[in-house]
């Protein structure tokens, strides 16, 4: 009876010391699977000589690939679209990584990246917004894909001329490519047009100054009823346009140091601060961000691209207006572009490199962006923009890339370091917790000491990558 | 009976009383298998838990402690070993100083409040004799800890709304000017720690309801026809008997301060600026948003130094007012 006790407790803890074993090896099995049901590589260029390659003999190569999500998963009209990816190429399967970003923008879904990377978990393919081109390269975890679509320049050579080259050469990094972008957002002025109707205003017209924004404020706002004219940006995306409209930058030409505290950056920083004490603009909650404010007809402006179509059509708001951004010094935005990357702890570059670039193809692109963000080729978006009826007046988006009214934004490899710097002196100036200069000093100086403990900073081959990264 | 190569006989060995020592030894020996036994069988029920902590607590900790802390590890990059680089940068972090001040100020607020309103509310539900109405009150005071902080903060949030929080619907309503709770450096902090102290103070009270419980009622039934008021009988008996209870919450409470990172993450993000942000959530920016992983692991272990100091300072304290000795 007792050796049956003892034997009995030996059994249970070895299942529970195997359990909690099997917990750790998730990568090391599913990579054994994936590998055992391969066959060796044929068709691998040179810089990948351990990957397998699965097309010679037929059978399926799993893909993994991470799509920034804003926490739903995928349509089936999404799903379907990977359906036709399989039909055009049946030896590849992609697995889909919904990854949401607590920070709602490219920075939170970039640290998941970074952590998975970290955890052995990595992604073949990966969505990447331009924020990370720089730190992915410079730690070489993207691959180059110059030498596949050198190869396939028939297919993607048509895609890729109605790209505007600007957008593609922020995927350029020391004279290699690292993808092919799909997304292209330029932030505009987006207008509740109901609320102007009530207010009596014409929509504003493409040459708009800031003085016509400042002189219709007060007429739409009634901060007693909760009716603001517009919603400062919380998004450090957006509120750059605002500070390149008026001639600023966060950074310096060369993005060597800070400009933060700028007179230009000054000024638009104050002019925002007193919309909110005016009772122009409310001051923002944490429980509320400004895209919802447009949707509930509180505010009448708001700036962002057109990746926010998709709370409007799903709230039921469809008079939407967008126009330029108000011309302060200059009328440029920022803008960006995204593309899908190729990590090069894939054990398929080939097949990656496939999935990668097709993500730039019609098929994708018109499932994704049918009801949100801005197609990088223009072709594409001149047929998707429109046929969604919302916003109207939707060739503000793309005019900026075709008059060249446009900054991308400044994203050197400590893009995370400065998000931070940048959100806490918005959230600050917001607050009208310290007065602008101040707080854009201090900003400056910390902007400063993250150049001076950065790493990639301390190495010329860091420094001359960063020097090749495109600025305009 | 043959021993040491002698033959004795049986009689000598009763009468000298040999194979009773004998007899003895036996069953020591056979007491000692069966403890070893035993023993193994709970080294074997303890494996998986020793196995957990090891891998998932104690060598993180020993990696922090005595490597990382001195390498510049970014998650993605290999370490390097830079000294006492880290420990010099806190004293050039321009938030450090903030943080840490944040969290003395989250435990002077809400330390007491759970300590002293945990145990009033414990007192007074332990008074009430209709069962069903001391099960309602244990419930309400205990069931916002066992509802997920996310989703709290997330009501909590919108009832701290400056446009349109309930709350500031009530001071409007008095007229009292409406504060932003979440969005000012002189609010957010407040507004942190209220939705802290309802969220968690069902923890010490809890503890305290135990405690209280457990006091025998003949100490107090003796008390009482000696002719002992309440408060006699609160301050003569229940608080004394209490005190092991009060010392566990006080080092409980003070670790979970120390370590607050929910409530200002959900509710505030730390903000505005750093208003709000405690050191737990310092360090989990520092390691999970900007990847600075060593210097992550040297605020760590800064603030685990600190804990430790003060919870020895604790247990060195309690011998003067912590009493065992009713039992």
Known sequence: ?472 | MILGGTLIPLDTLISEGILKNMNIHFKRDQKLKNAKAENAIGYLFIAPSVLFFTIFVAIPILLTVFVLDFTNYSLISPARFIGLDNFRALFTDPDFGTVMLNTLKFISFIAPMHIILGLVLALAVTSIKNKYLMGFFRTTFYFPLVVTTASVAIVWGFMFDFNFGVIDYYLRLFGITPVHWLTSTKWSLLAVAIFSAWKFIGNAFLYYLIGLQNIPDSYIEAASIDGANGRQILFGIKLPMLTPTLFFVIIITLINCFQMFDEPYFLTKGGPGVASQTIAMHIYRKGFGEFQIGYASTLGVILFAIVLAVTFIQLYLQKKWVSYDYE
């Open chain 1, 1 to 472: 009876m007792k050796k049956l006790r003892i034997l009995v407790v030996i059994a249970l803890a070895i299942s529970m010391m195997m359990s909690l074993i099997a917990c750790g090896s998730g990568t090391t099995t599913q990579n054994a699977t994936t590998q055992a049901v391969t066959a060796p590589a044929s068709s691998a260029p040179a810089e990948s000589s351990n990957a397998p390659a699965s097309t010679a003999s037929g059978e399926k190569v799993k893909l993994k690939i991470s799509l920034f999500s804003d926490g739903q998963n995928l349509s089936q009209t999404q799903k379907d679209v990977f359906a036709l990816f399989t039909k055009e190429h049946p030896n590849i399967e992609p697995e889909f990584m919904y990854i949401t970003s607590d920070t709602g923008n490219w920075n939170g879904y970039l640290t998941k990246i970074q952590t998975m990377i970290a955890g052995g978990q990595a992604p073949d393919v990966a969505g990447l917004g331009l924020e990370g081109v720089a730190m992915m390269v410079m730690n070489n975890i993207a691959m180059p894909i110059d030498d596949y679509i050198q190869a396939h320049q028939d297919e993607l050579g048509p895609v890729t001329k109605n790209i505007p080259k600007a957008l593609a050469d922020i995927f350029v990094v020391d004279g290699k490519t690292y993808g092919i972008p799909y997304e292209a957002n330029s932030v505009v002025t987006n207008i509740n047009m109901d609320r102007f109707t009530e207010a009596g205003l014409e929509m504003p017209k493409a040459d708009w100054t800031i003085d016509d924004l400042k002189a219709i404020a007060p007429k739409l706002s009634d901060p007693t009823n909760g009716k603001y004219a517009f919603g400062v940006p919380t998004n450090f995306f957006c509120l750059q346009a605002l500070l390149y409209s008026n001639g600023g930058s966060p950074l310096n030409d060369d993005w060597s140091a800070g400009a933060i505290n700028s007179p230009e950056n000054i000024e638009v920083f104050e002019f925002l601060q007193d919309a909110i004490k005016k009772g122009w603009a409310p001051q923002p909650e944490p429980s509320i961000n400004d895209v919802q404010l447009m949707t509930q007809g509180r505010i009448a402006i708001g700036w962002w691209g057109r990746w926010v179509t998709n709370d409007f059509v799903a709230s039921g708001v469809k008079n939407i207006y967008v126009q330029n951004l108000p011309k302060m010094k200059s009328q440029k935005t920022c803008a960006g572009s995204a593309a899908f990357i190729v990590l090069n702890s894939t054990k398929y570059p080939e097949e990656a490199k496939t999935l990668a670039t097709w993500t730039a193809k019609y098929d994708y692109v018109n499932t994704f962006m049918a009801k949100g963000s801005l197609p990088a080729n223009t072709d594409y978006a001149a047929q998707i923009c429109p046929a969604l009826g919302v916003p109207q007046n939707w060739q503000a988006y793309t005019d900026v890339y075709a008059q060249n009214n446009w900054r991308r934004s400044q994203d050197p490899p400590e893009y995370a370091e400065l998000g931070f710097v940048y959100s806490k002196y918005m959230n600050i100036i917001y607050a009208n917790q310290m007065p602008v200069k101040e707080a854009l000093d201090k900003a400056q100086e910390e902007i400063q000491q993250v150049f001076a403990n950065s790493q990639y900073r301390k190495d010329p081959a860091n420094l001359k990558l960063i020097d090749s990264l495109f600025k305009n």
